[in-house]
């Protein structure tokens, strides 16, 4: 949008062409007195109205060079110095272009860029190091990197890395303070494992990748590993309130339909902070469960054979799933019945059992507000609170009814004066009676 100096100047013409515009009248009402005179006060006249557009034209030009100029310095983390320089016209703006292409050769913009020693140390790794700016693209790379992944720089992460799992890890980043291990999933199959640093507010994101020596296969096609995730979970006790309280819904589908019968077949999760949910956050994950999926497992969950085909095993996919929970309340309509079949497949995939996280029934809660609820399935909790459900969007879709059906009943907590955690456990195992009104 252009300022005051544009207004003023338009304006300024604008008086000039109404001068002109009246002087024009002037001639031709004097023409019949002196018609010769008149046309060479006309050819003026003009001449005048001509020079004033070249200057109207020129003027506007120059304030679309300047707004161009703006917003090129506004997004410059996607261009070079080069190319904005190279775009640069030979005028005023033109100059203030290459002054300013100049200035961000030397660093001199003000943006929170990795330093010239930074650069020096990265470069100098043998482990390939990529820095990420705040919208996926990689803003830096070492030798290494290029080598050994296969990247360049100003490409999009999001290409390569799912992005999904690279948000959740950059969020535990984020939250621990430190670099934090996760296995990420190739948007071309296969999976990799990541070390991710948070370098701070508008520094970017450091993804360091486990180096292999030469002639091995980039690391970006290499094979799934297993590795156990943190198993420290973030502290999370009765007083924690609500508003901000890190949630999860959970979904499990098993191949006998039932939750106690058959393996693990497809998990879905959500992220949440409170009543607000992140489906940016998501969590789809199919998996291998070894055996068919009998009719009747389908008809239960939606799953089919042909939809788990390729997928990876449970043992390779449980760091996953075990990330998606870290550090949360998990939620969902019979939680602890999807928590016991996740436990059962790590011990049937010889993993260690996880500890119970702790957990929050959306049945029992839904209950607690209305006792004909007892016993309901999800389809009719969510209709009991004003949600729609749509199986058509796919067999995860109960992750994104449960999460949305969480978001209401945190709302109708609050409603009540209930505040914390501990107070909706309490309301939700129906000790009513303890708590505000």
Known sequence: MRGGAWRSAVLGLAVAGMA?????????????????????????????????WIAFARLNRHFRDLGRLREALSAWRGRSAAALAADARDDEAGD?????????????HGEHRPGERLAGVIAALEEPVVVLDDFGRIDSLNPAASSHLGLEAGADI????????????????RE??????????????GEVPVRVKDLGLQSGIALV???????AQPLLSGDRLVLRPNARPAHLDDEQPLPALPMVSLWVATAGGRLEDGPVVAVGTVRMAGPRVFRSLSLELFIDPGTPIPPEGTAAH??????????????????????ALRGCVVVGAGVEPSLGALAR??????????????????????????????????DRLAAAFGLATD???????????????????????????????????????????????
């Open 96 to 108: 203030l272009a290459r002054a300013a292409a100049e200035a961000l050769r030397h660093g001199r």
């Open 302 to 323: 939606g799953v089919t054979a042909a939809m788990v085909e390729g997928s990876r095993p449970f043992a390779t996919a449980w760091p996953v799933i075990a990330d």
């Open 176 to 189: 621990d303070g430190q670099m934090v291990s996760a296995l990420l999933r190739r948007a071309q199959g």
């Open 345 to 378: 497949a790590c011990r049937d995939a010889g993993l260690p059992e996880p500890d119970a996280p702790p957990s929050l029934d959306l049945a029992w809660l839904a209950a607690a507000f209305d006792p004909a609820l007892e016993g309901a399935g999800l």
């Open 20 to 52: 002109f515009a009246f002087l024009g009248v002037e001639v031709g009402r004097l023409a019949a007195a002196d018609p010769e005179r008149s046309f060479l006060d006309m050819g003026a006249v003009g001449l005048g109205v001509l020079a004033l």
């Open 391 to 437: 199986r058509r969007m796919g067999p995860f879709t109960p992750a994104l009814t449960e999460a949305e059906l969480a978001a209401v009943l945190l709302k109708r907590l609050e409603q009540r004066g209930i505040a914390t955690y501990g107070q909706a456990r309490a309301f939700a195992a129906g000790q009513a009676g303890a708590l505000p009104e």
């Open 209 to 215: 990748f486990p180096a292999k020596a030469g002639g």
């Open 158 to 173: 999001y290409d390569h890395l799912s992005r999904p799992e690279l948000f959740r890890a950059i969020e535990r980043a």
